[in-house]
């Protein structure tokens, strides 16, 4: 008899426990549930925000925005004002290939491409006297950037982009190489070096990639870290993110998380400085870097979606800049990247394909 009611009482007390574990585990379920609805609804504020504008934004900032809103859902809607960014690529790759020819040309493109160089904040005017000692460098990337648009569009053949070859051969004879490895580079130009050498293993130039992370990494040893600046850091983390968003093709496909299981821990380990010291534009492509290697439930994902809503200005319906600037087209690559955080989708769209052979 005290054996039977000793089990009985040992199947109460664990079915209690069942119980108030089932409720908790109920209690989180609501809980994802409803941040899910916030995130949601605060991306699609800011959506519908950017879209009744987009007529009146800068070119640069419509495309940026119906480039990376396509590759979310993969809606027609967006079609034409890429249809419009592949016109003008096109033209322009045209008039830039057969200047290729002119040794004379490539030397004046060089030039520009650091004399025109902006120099407005104070990062700007490092980069610029960085890309002083590497002129032809700083035209060819913005070669390479333009051809890998369109590649990444169907427009790298010979019916859309006739020559296209001698621009190839051209990069070929670049030595990016020196560029991608070297520290004063590096120091003020981090994603842009890793932007720059998975554009080049798009296009079969070269495969700089493992050197440049090798470099990278060299360079901004965690040990490092205490003795960074703020600009410093910061160049550190938007590096990182561009690794993960580049070899993505910026947003067209996930990448492995194996891979980049060394950015990734970082930024999880490191999250509290990183969402102190870097801005919304760098913690949201954090958190990006994350759902691309399909990471979303870890924990980071959270904390930064919920950064982002505390940043969030519901009467703009935007998230405003580090110093309050609410201007849409100052905010477009903010803002654009906010939607993609807060609302990730279960697939990704390349493309959109539009040479004329498709």
Same mark, same amino acid.
């Given at each position: 008899m005290i054996a039977t009611l000793k089990a009985t009482a040992r199947f109460r007390v664990a079915w209690l426990w069942g119980l108030v574990l089932c409720l908790g585990l109920a209690g989180c379920a609501l809980d994802a549930r409803q941040d899910e609805a916030r995130h949601t609804a605060v991306a699609a504020e800011i959506r519908q925000h950017y879209e009744r504008i987009l007529p009146d934004l800068p070119v640069d900032d419509r495309r940026h925005y119906a480039q990376r809103l396509y590759r979310l859902t993969g809606a027609p809607r967006y079609l034409p004002p890429n249809r419009a960014y592949a016109d003008r690529l096109v033209a322009e790759l045209r008039e830039e290939i057969e200047g290729l020819a002119r040794p004379e040309v490539v030397a004046a493109r060089a030039e520009a491409a650091v004399t025109d160089y902006p120099e407005r904040t104070a990062k700007q005017q490092r980069r610029k006297r960085m890309l002083a000692d590497w002129r032809e460098v700083a035209y060819a990337k913005g070669l390479a950037f333009r051809l890998t648009q369109a590649s990444y569009h169907g427009l790298l053949n010979e019916t859309d982009l006739?020559?296209?070859?001698?621009?190839?051969?051209?990069? %070929?004879?670049?030595?990016?190489?020196?560029?991608? !490895? *070297?520290?004063?580079?590096? %120091?003020?130009?981090?994603?842009?070096?890793? +932007?720059?050498?998975?554009?080049?293993?798009?296009?079969?130039?070269? *495969?700089?990639?493992e050197a440049a992370i090798e470099a990278f990494r060299a360079h901004y040893p965690p %040990?490092?870290?205490? !003795?960074?600046?703020?600009?410093?850091?910061? +160049?550190?983390?938007?590096?990182? !993110?561009?690794?993960?968003?580049?070899?993505?093709?910026?947003?067209?496909?996930?990448?492995?998380?194996? %891979?980049? *299981?060394?950015?990734?821990?970082?930024f999880a380990t490191h999250l509290d400085r990183i969402l102190v010291e870097t801005k919304a534009d760098i913690y949201t492509e954090v958190g990006i870097s994350f759902l691309l290697a399909g990471r979303e439930a870890d924990p980071a994902v959270r904390r930064l979606r919920d950064a982002l809503l505390a940043a969030y200005d519901p009467e703009a319906r935007m998230v405003p800049a580090e110093n309050g600037s609410l201007d849409p087209a100052y905010g477009e690559h903010r803002n654009v990247l906010a939607i993609m955080l807060l609302d990730w989708p279960e697939r990704l769209y390349p493309g959109p394909e539009l040479g004329t052979h498709q």
């Open positions: 006739p020559g296209h070859r001698r621009a190839l051969r051209y990069l %070929e004879s670049v030595d990016f190489q020196a560029f991608v !490895t *070297d520290p004063q580079v590096m %120091e003020v130009y981090a994603a842009q070096v890793a +932007n720059l050498v998975y554009y080049l293993h798009e296009l079969g130039v070269a *495969d700089l990639r %040990e490092r870290d205490a !003795t960074l600046s703020r600009a410093s850091y910061r +160049n550190k983390i938007y590096g990182m !993110t561009h690794f993960v968003i580049a070899a993505s093709g910026y947003y067209q496909r996930p990448v492995s998380a194996e %891979e980049f *299981d060394w950015i990734l821990d970082y």
